[in-house]
């Protein structure tokens, strides 16, 4: 079994910064995609960066420039750098993985529990 655990999120103003960190424990032989999504209130849950397993990257074009995915294969571990924070911002944030458990296993599908990001004016 594969757990994703998120961490960063909190209350900050317009303008400011903050780090999201989601680390995968478990039985892991690879991760391909990690991603990072979020739900504002009310809305539908969208994909915000994707970084693959040769680090190509990939944003939406709401957060191009201010926020930056990467991550620690030895730590099994994403990270989503968010600058220049706006009220728009504002949701929950979840990381999903693309995990192969094992050489004889095909990839599956994890998500982390959502950390909440909230952006005041």
């Known amino acids: 079994q594969v757990q994703l655990v998120e961490s960063g999120g909190g209350l900050v103003q317009a303008g400011g910064s903050l780090r999201l960190s989601c680390a995968a424990s478990?039985?892991?032989?690879?991760?391909?995609?990690m991603d990072w999504y979020r739900q504002p209130p009310g809305q539908q849950r969208e994909l915000v960066a994707r970084?693959?397993?040769?680090?190509?990257?990939t944003y939406a074009d709401s957060v191009k420039g201010r926020f930056a995915i990467s991550r620690d294969n030895a730590k099994n571990t994403a990270y989503l750098q968010m600058n220049s924070l706006k009220p728009e911002d504002t949701a929950v944030y979840y990381c999903?993985?693309?995990?192969?458990?094992?050489?004889?296993?095909?990839?599956?599908?994890?998500w982390g529990q959502g950390t909440q990001v909230t952006v005041s004016s």
């Open positions: 999903n993985f693309q995990v192969r458990p094992s050489t004889l296993h095909y990839m599956y599908s994890y």
């Open positions: 970084i693959t397993s040769t680090n190509y990257t």
């Open positions: 478990g039985t892991i032989f690879s991760i391909d995609y």
